[in-house]
């Protein structure tokens, strides 16, 4: 057994030396891995500051080049300005001797300039002197040559002068006289075109205007209605002014369409006589006296036709016949015109062996295009021409018409004697007055441009002209396109229409509301 123990002590002992052992060279291994340790760090310090060191000097390079680069460039900049500096101070040098230059030069103009005033003053004192010595010569000589005073010499003097002067204001007079005759033609002038447009106004009061009578003043302020509303229903249906003034028992109508004057005027006359005078019995009135009007035209045609012996015309054309009665050209009676050409057309005709009853036929309807020359574009004897061809007129008699003004070749006998007659009819003294027509003329455009504005109903041409009444359809035009269509009208007029002042549109948009009682 003891044999057995000691192995096992001896095993024990021996471990614990090879621990002993053990932890000795792990303490020296230990050892020797941290002085490894330390020597690599102090390595890499070493290896760090260098590596420091490196990009610090880097730095320092770059930084040494940007400043050095930053040097130049600011370098380079004041060598721009120091030069550009020196440029201008150059300009100014220059300029400044220039200036000087300048001052010299003018310096030396100026005392040239004085040493020529001085020389020039002595030369005056010296001629004045002259002068002086001739002047007292030549009055010593006088007085010796001519035994003269000195009073006596003067006055030959003054004498002399006293003659230029008389030539001169004869002279002078004389242009006076010319430049006054030639303001007193102007001035003439202008007092004949106010005596002329004084006559014109005259003319036309008479020939626009109708005066119809009243029974007693009470009826114009019936006329006139509550608030206006009588004479306005009137006014617009009818499309003629009515001037109730100062006038006793008298009320005037005022158009410078005839037409619309004359049934104005018979319609007004019948409200007179009912003496019920309110809108609804205005406008059955008004109706009434344009279907009698109808009759009225047919009468003078009829009559007109009856003085000329002539017949076979179809209603229609008497009726605008009858119409001529109510127009003028250029002042003169259109149906008067007409039948008088017609008559001196006859007389031409038999004396030269042509066809009486087509001559006079002609003369009358020669100027039938001026009834419809305001509703149809072109010359009223074209348009007249137009209207006979559609109611089976005679074609010699349309070519007459149609070539009466030279609208289109003369071809025919009856085409001289037309165009005659018509000449020795207009140009005898008083037959015409080329105002009135141009009037006439000018109110018609007013209309025609009016109802050519689409949406419009109606047009009137009201106070001479000053005034145009549009009358629109209520269901069709609101109050923005009514507002827009006077704009419209007013503007076509400045394009196309010459006339003086203003003129005035009024577009009437007027609703009724109708109801029945059953």
Known sequence: MFKGEVPYVLYVVITIIMLIIGLILGWIFQGYIYRSKIGSIDEYQKKRREELEKESEAEKREMRLQLKEEY??????????????QRELLE??????????FVDRRSLNIEKKERDFAKKEEDLLLLQRDVEDKKSRIETELLRVANLSVEDARNIVIKRVEDELQKEFAKKLGQMEEELKERVADKARVLLSQAMESCAIEYVSENTVSVVP???????GRIIGREGRNIRTFETLTGVDLLIDDTPEAVTLSCFDPVRREIARRAL????????????????????AEGEFEQVLLKEADDALVMLSLYGFPHELKRLIGEMRFRTSYGQNLLQHSIEVANIAGVLASELGENVILAKRAGLLHDIGKVLSSDLEGPHAIVGGDILRRHGENDEVVHSVQAHHSDIKQETVLDVIIQVADTLSATRPGARRENLETYIKRMEDLERIATSVQGVKKAFVVQAGREIRIMV???EINEDIALKISHDVAKKIEEEVIYPGIIKVTVVRETRYIDYAK
């Open 72 to 85: 130049e460039h600011k370098v380079q900049e004041l060598e721009l300005k120091y030069k550009e500096r």
């Open 92 to 101: 100014i040098e220059n300029r400044l001797i220039k200036k000087e230059e």
């Open 269 to 288: 006359e019948r409200l007179i006589i009912d003496g019920r005078i309110h809108p609804a019995r205005i406008e059955e009135f008004v109706n009434e």
């Open 214 to 220: 009243l029974p007693s003043d009470e009826l114009k």
């Open 473 to 475: 359809n209520p269901e």
